[in-house]
């Protein structure tokens, strides 16, 4: 097991009803606020008037910027930066899902530092601080409520790419089930597969001695799996919707995954899908994790034969351990279809002649491996995405 | 599921070599500190001198009070209240296990309080602010490294009591799995059967639409079982004491049981037996534990059967649903003996003449019922502690 260091200041208020609090909540950080959020969702079912009148009761002074995209993008960040310098905002009040809060994460650490906010992305820089963060969440996938990491893309050759530091994280995160009543199922299944790909993304890890966290890990994912068939059979089930919510803060506030590092190929390899096909992320990382299993099983058997017995059930073949694990993997498929995902870059009618492009990009002219459970440069990343196509 | 706020700022520094960073961690808190600890363990180990040079090392000040005994007692914390106050002591650094640590919050929450720190106990009054508390972490088992409780017995009339407050949460946890090399087999079991016995509590709700908890819970009882052999078996394995002494931080930190509540009625059946016998908690609820569950299972026998057959592997039987949890009752009894713990009063050679007594102390002459699951009034208590005897 790795060294490690955890610590999660994030405040998670749970249940119906808590969105009424956010002026009060972020009242604590700022008497004047951005009220930063999406494309109209929260506009229509009235969220934001409830924030607002939430941010009047307390006293508290907003300004707006709503247009979030999926795949945050950085002009919008830019806008959102100058926004915040010119009107001396404190603090930001993201209302919405990952991107919304990605976007607000992004803007929090561009405001106090001098250079391009997308230095923090490119790796030429890191954040050495943030305004203050709080969440109102609609949509349960990213994690990003109670994580340190931002992703967002640059429409200026359509890369995306992600930074963190501790200090991202969100102070505080309001989380009420019913607000994801009217989530359509789509994005709902897209959620769950960003969550169980956030922690299979930890379980592969060539770190030894790491039994306790793989078998919390295992636990998560089968709970996960039961209460995403209930979900998409019945939208408006308070539990099941609870149930994943709270799913999707766990799977990636690191608790999971502390002392075993994290491979992230896969979403690294998926982000340039989603980058140049806007796809859903988690559309996109149910084609992907299943083709880069194909691709690494080898290299560790017995870490996949574990994970396909222990939450697949899959009887074990001890005489070809093999046949266990594609066994595994064509159920892991079998269930992002069930809740209505494409496996496959067909069935998600991507088109399939810019792989090469792609694997460039996410490899960076092959100087860049991506993962660490197994390194994978140009080549290999264009043999997954090969192996994605059908 | 129930709504619930989770809030966790405890910073978990884990790994080997953690605790020369003591005094740098608690000199954030305070200039001048208590080093409070136990019997002599920390001394002879050399552990006490190691963390007096990283105080020295970090310009802090320090005034020693050790003593601590298992089953901490209220007169060491007045002691100690008294000793900040005229030593003007800004902030406490527990070094030992649960006890210490909870002697520690105790004596935190008493100074800047007024009256006697056991009305927090008694449920007189509650705690408003702590001194802040840093632990340097050699006994996995309590939780208490992150947990917002502490339980304190007074020796007048062998009350064991506990309190607790979201601000009681130490300020860090210095982890370092080798600390515990040397701790003897018949602690790290009792600390083990504490570990389970945390998550049991939260396991057994009546709430519904726990789904994803549920499964979290079962894993962290597995991978706990599983890495428990291996410390058995090998006191001086890292891995399996790392994993163990991060599953006892995960087992009480609340994240497995947020939206369930506890139940908690084994724990103060159990809190009787070590104050009237001082007899190690681990090794108490061992023999309670079981009890508990044989008088209780009926009340919801599908919770039970699932939490036998997902844990313990137990062959559902369809035709009598009993037989499954008496098999699995069974299969923890065995778990324990196998981990060297007893697992009835007589194996742990208390005396039964004093149960009624304690089932009387338990329920405060059967005005109070213990735990929600099932309420237990003193007859039901007594009836549990009748079928703990052989």
Known sequence: MLNFTFSNETKIVFGRGVQTQAG??????GKKVLLHYGEGHIVRSGLKDEIIESLIAAGVDYVELGGVKPNPRLSLVNEGIELVRKENIEAILAVGGGSVIDSAKSIAVGV??????????????????????????????????????????????WLKRSCGASFMRPKFALMNPELTFSLPLYATACGIADMIAHIM??????????????????????????????????????????????????????LLGMGRGGDW??????????????????????????AWMKYVYKHDIERFVQFFVRIFGVEQDFYNPENTILEGIGRLEDFFRRIGLPTTLETAQIPTDRLEEMAKKASNNDTHKLGSFVPLGEKAILEIYKLAKD
């Open 24 to 29: 009060q909540d972020i009242s604590q950080w």
């Open 112 to 157: 106090p530092y001098d250079g391009d906010v997308w230095d923090f992305f490119s790796g030429k820089n890191q954040p050495q601080s943030s305004l203050p963060v709080g969440v109102v969440l609609t949509i349960p996938a990213a994690g990003s409520e109670s994580s340190p990491g931002a992703v967002l893309t640059n429409e200026d050759g």
């Open 201 to 254: 993304e930890r379980y592969f890890t060539n770190e030894k001695e790491v039994g306790f966290s793989d078998h919390l890990c295992e636990g998560a994912i089968r709970g996960i799996m039961q209460e995403a068939l209930k979900v998409i059979n019945d939208p408006h089930d308070y539990g099941a919707r609870a149930n994943i919510m709270w799913a999707g803060t766990l799977a990636h506030n690191d």
């Open 265 to 290: 190929a896969s979403h690294d390899i998926e982000h340039e899908l989603s980058a140049l096909y806007d796809v859903a992320h988690g559309a996109g990382l149910a084609i992907i994790f299943p």
